[in-house]
């Protein structure tokens, strides 16, 4: 693992998040794998299973999203070859007027590494329901 490895994943992961932002459904497409083995876990969904029903899933987000904004804390980035994994919580602001909106995702984010870059192999974000300091873990 070199630093550059690190740094690439780091910046794939960021644009992962930043389409997510923009609502840019392209720009999404670009981030993942175009492969039937790419799988996506949404907080609350069932697995998605190959590259065009991942981007079905987004254009349904998209379009039900009005606002979103993505705080990433807790980042670990792990590089073994062409495989790099990066484990978050997303912090998720969808309302500048509505703390109540506010959402916290554990997030594992799979990256392969390929010709033209890192793409998104999996995507498994769950809901976090209590805080760790809370459930007598942290």
Known sequence: MTGTDTEAVEAANAELYAAFEASDLDRMRRVWI????ASCVHPGWRVLHGTSRIMRSWAVIFAN????????????VTVLGDVAVVRCVEGVLTSLDDAEGDASIAATNVFLRRPDGWRLWLHHGSPVVQRAESDGLG
Do not use: E, K, R, S
């Not at 999203?65 to 670990?76: A, E, G, R, S, V």
């Open 65 to 76: 999203t009005p606002y979103i904004q993505f705080f990433l804390t807790d980042t670990d």
């Open 34 to 37: 175009d492969d039937d083995t």
